[in-house]
């Protein structure tokens, strides 16, 4: 019986966390992410960006994308994947879908909600599992992120940042 309380403590304090450089202009430029669980189970993401979290999805998105199997990346398009992610959006807080589709001509599947709270420079994504298909084993997961500035400091469209950079995905254990 202690051995399992050992193994399942073990379990809930295992964290990988990715730190990011300050690369890219405007206010959602990712410091770090990291995963973990929580001590009832639950996938627990915090995301902690260099500046404050803009308080309205008007100037930008932050979003968690995750997969049960590796995806394939897009090339030339960074941070871009064959394979459709679960997704969930920030900075709004409170209950958000866990959702599939939503680009152009692909419609939304809700598949769970998460909680999401924003504190200062940090984002924190709580949900289930289920809520991103009940992978076994391990799941993959990378974050995006858009900032809808001025011209001036997004001259070619939204400042964008990518956590790991590039099309590069973290394997998640469970």
């Not at 964008?160 to 469970?174: A, I, W």
Request: aromatic share 8%; proline share 8%; glycine share 10%.
């Amino acid at each position: 019986m202690v051995k399992a309380l050992v193994v399942a403590a073990a379990a809930v304090a295992a964290v990988t966390t990715v730190q990011d450089a300050k690369d890219t202009r405007g206010l959602i430029d990712v410091k770090s992410a990291s995963a973990t669980r929580t001590a009832s189970g639950l996938l627990k993401h915090v995301v902690t960006l260099y500046g404050p979290v803009p308080a309205s999805g008007q100037t930008g998105n932050e979003f968690l994308e995750l997969w049960k199997t590796k995806p394939h990346t897009l090339r030339g398009v960074p941070g871009a994947f064959q394979e459709a992610p679960y997704k969930i959006m920030g900075p709004q807080t409170g209950t958000r879908p866990v959702f599939t589709g939503g680009e152009e001509g692909t419609p939304l599947h809700k598949t769970g909600t998460a909680t999401v709270t924003r504190r200062g420079t940090t984002l924190t994504f709580v949900f289930s599992r289920k809520a991103i298909g009940n992978p076994t084993g391990f799941y993959y997961w990378h974050v995006k992120t858009d900032y809808y500035g001025p011209d001036s400091l997004c001259p070619r469209g939204p400042c964008e940042d990518n956590v790991p950079n590039r099309s590069v995905v973290v394997k998640q254990p469970l």
